[in-house]
T-cell receptor, first 115, second 116 residues
């Protein structure tokens, strides 16, 4: 079965500092991986997705993630945090098999950005 | 294109009642999925519909059901509501079917259900 684990339920960074949100996956087949962001009282917005085309994936709002098969990781980074980045971030994997679009989500990481 | 819309946005019900939530996917999208989000259990998959057929189902009791119409709009129904059903219910749509390239799911704003 496919799953993802997000390390750290809460991350706090200073404005302008590097953002690093961790996600490790477990999959018996090449995974399709996603990062979503959720602002308060809103739905999920797609930041980026990995579809095996390139290991370094660039997303919206300056975020990117690198797929590392040897480490089974898909960590999300942003070079310089902005106050508007404060939100909850979810890593997700598509599957398990049988086709379809079912996403299995991690438990989420709440990002706090401080002045 | 307009995004995924969900109605109503907020709903308050009492135990034992039933509720129907509605989701209109992005125009042209034929797959609609439903998720439940709670503080304790996080985001959990309920079911997915494609071309009016359920093709995936999560581990929820039979009180949770859904359907999809010919215009791809979807509804989910929860009967005999329990306090634990209080949650944010999210709908997501995507534009291609089984076996094709990765489908990106676009989420609606959700329906906040409170069961008293």
């Amino acid at each position: 079965a496919q799953s993802v684990t997000q390390l750290g339920s809460h991350v706090s960074v200073s404005e302008g500092a590097l953002v690093l949100l961790r996600c490790n996956y477990s999959s018996s087949v090449p995974p399709y991986l996603f990062w979503y962001v959720q602002y308060p009282n809103q739905g999920l917005q797609l930041l980026l997705k990995y579809t095996s085309a390139a290991t370094l994936v660039k997303g919206i709002n300056g975020f990117e993630a690198e797929f590392k098969k040897s480490e089974t990781s898909f960590h999300l980074t942003k070079p310089s945090a902005h106050m508007s980045d404060a939100a909850e971030y979810f890593c997700a994997v598509r599957g398990p098999g049988g086709g379809g679009n079912k996403l299995t989500f991690g438990t989420g990481t709440q990002l706090k950005v401080e002045l | 294109k307009a995004g995924v819309t969900q109605t109503p946005r907020y709903l308050i019900k009492t135990r034992g009642q039933q509720v129907t939530l509605s989701c209109s996917p992005i125009s042209g999208h034929r797959s609609v999925s439903w998720y439940q989000q709670t503080p304790g259990q996080g985001l959990q998959f309920l079911f997915e519909y494609f071309s009016e057929t359920q093709r995936n189902k999560g581990n929820f009791p039979g009180r949770f059901s859904g359907r999809q119409f010919s215009n791809s709009r979807s509804e989910m129904n929860v009967s005999t509501l329990e306090l634990g059903d209080s949650a944010l219910y999210l709908c997501a749509s995507s534009d291609t079917g089984r076996g094709q390239s990765v489908n990106t799911q676009y989420f609606g704003p959700g329906t906040r259900l409170t069961v008293l």
